[in-house]
């Protein structure tokens, strides 16, 4: 357990190898949750509430909620997670969270330059205060353990650290909060589906048939909630050398249907729309490791996530 005198508030006393039970999993205060407190004519009245089954609701203090979302790691679902999130604060003055939902792989820390800070209790221990880089409000899995620990956990206990991750943390004020979903179609994007009222979902992938196979996935995923697809974004999308200038189309060329991509042929099936192409630019990796802001950095890469929030911020409030 770390410590420290800095923090006016209590720390969070959590460790993945201490005696834990599912019914509060990150020992926070004020066990019960949104749905064992439901008011009794409310559970009396509503038969999904008699079955145990969560009515998506709003987040309190938080105007919109987004899904950033890829059913396959390791195409730059949290990379565009993070960049979302700050452009949207930085160039277009919204006030904006991002919720780590990856328990297992938090990665908002070290990208948010927030590595080996401590999230604090508000005073009566029930809540989460968030910790605030770049003008962004964050919460993550990863401010309450130590770097490098393992959280070796399954069924209940993912399930109710996500529903506390999501209700017992206190945003202020929130316009968009971006919620960065691990990949998968598990128990935590069925936990969030069901307990959260989203307003859309972008959905990540990089060029490749074997990452577009896993995306429709996803969407499918989505659509049994009706949540509506906002866009598709394509990372990696091609890589400008820097001496000549000529695009390289590294991991699929495009197709020759008449369509720009495959993932274009995917949106069009879902009509649906790829609402950016973000390229393999060596800015972005250095700016994901060293937690710098992206949308601070005159770049044509920055200019594509500048583009990318202003059609997330036109489809939520328009």
């Known amino acids: 357990m770390r410590s420290s005198s800095r923090l006016s508030a209590p720390l969070r006393a959590f460790t993945s190898t201490a005696n834990l039970f599912h019914s509060n999993p990150l020992n926070l205060g004020g066990v019960q949750t949104r749905i064992k407190s439901a008011p009794t004519d409310a559970q009396s009245l509503n038969p999904q509430i008699r079955r145990g089954v969560p009515i998506p609701k709003k987040i309190p203090n938080v105007k919109k909620v987004i899904a950033v979302y890829s059913a396959k790691g390791g195409v730059g679902k949290s990379t565009t997670?993070?960049?979302?999130?700050?452009?949207?604060?930085?160039?277009?003055?919204?006030?904006?969270?991002?919720?780590?939902?990856?328990?297992?792989g938090p990665s908002?820390?070290?990208?948010?330059?927030?590595?080996?800070?401590?999230?604090?209790?508000?005073?009566?221990?029930?809540?989460?205060?968030?910790?605030?880089?770049?003008?962004?409000?964050?919460?993550?899995?990863?401010?309450?353990?130590?770097?490098g620990q393992v959280v070796a956990w399954r069924g209940m206990m993912v399930m109710k650290a996500i529903e506390q991750l999501?209700?017992?943390?206190?945003?202020?004020?929130?316009?968009?909060?971006?919620?960065d979903m691990p990949p998968g179609t598990g128990d935590t994007q069925i936990s969030i589906l069901q307990q959260v009222e989203l307003?859309?979902?972008?959905?990540?992938?990089?060029?490749?048939?074997?990452a577009l196979s896993d995306a429709k996935k996803g969407i499918?995923?989505?659509?049994?909630?009706?949540?509506?697809?906002?866009?598709?974004?394509?990372?990696?999308?091609?890589?400008?050398?820097?001496?000549?200038s000529h695009e390289s189309h590294i991991f699929n060329p495009p197709s020759k249907t008449g369509v720009s991509s495959r993932l274009?042929?995917?949106?069009?099936?879902?009509?649906?729309?790829?609402?950016?192409?973000?390229?393999?630019?060596?800015?972005?990796?250095?700016?994901?490791?060293?937690?710098?802001?992206v949308a601070s950095v005159d770049s044509k890469t920055k200019q594509v996530y500048v583009d990318l929030a202003q059609k997330v911020k036109a489809l939520l409030f328009n």
């Not at 999501?166 to 919620?179: E, F, H, S, T, Y």
């Not at 995917?266 to 630019?281: K, M």
Request: charged share 15%.
């Open 166 to 179: 999501l209700w017992q943390v206190q945003w202020a004020d929130v316009d968009v909060l971006v919620i």
């Open 264 to 293: 274009d042929i995917l949106a069009q099936s879902l009509g649906a729309e790829v609402i950016a192409r973000v390229p393999l630019d060596p800015l972005v990796c250095e700016a994901a490791d060293s937690g710098k802001l």
């Open 81 to 104: 997670s993070v960049n979302l999130a700050t452009t949207l604060a930085y160039h277009n003055g919204l006030r904006v969270a991002i919720l780590d939902a990856d328990l297992f």
């Open 199 to 210: 307003d859309g979902v972008v959905i990540v992938s990089t060029p490749q048939d074997v």
């Open 220 to 244: 499918a995923l989505f659509n049994t909630r009706k949540v509506p697809i906002l866009g598709l974004v394509e990372n990696m999308s091609f890589f400008t050398c820097p001496n000549c």
């Open 108 to 147: 908002i820390p070290r990208m948010m330059n927030l590595s080996g800070k401590e999230a604090v209790l508000t005073p009566d221990s029930n809540f989460l205060v968030p910790l605030t880089n770049h003008g962004v409000q964050c919460m993550s899995m990863g401010f309450l353990i130590n770097e």
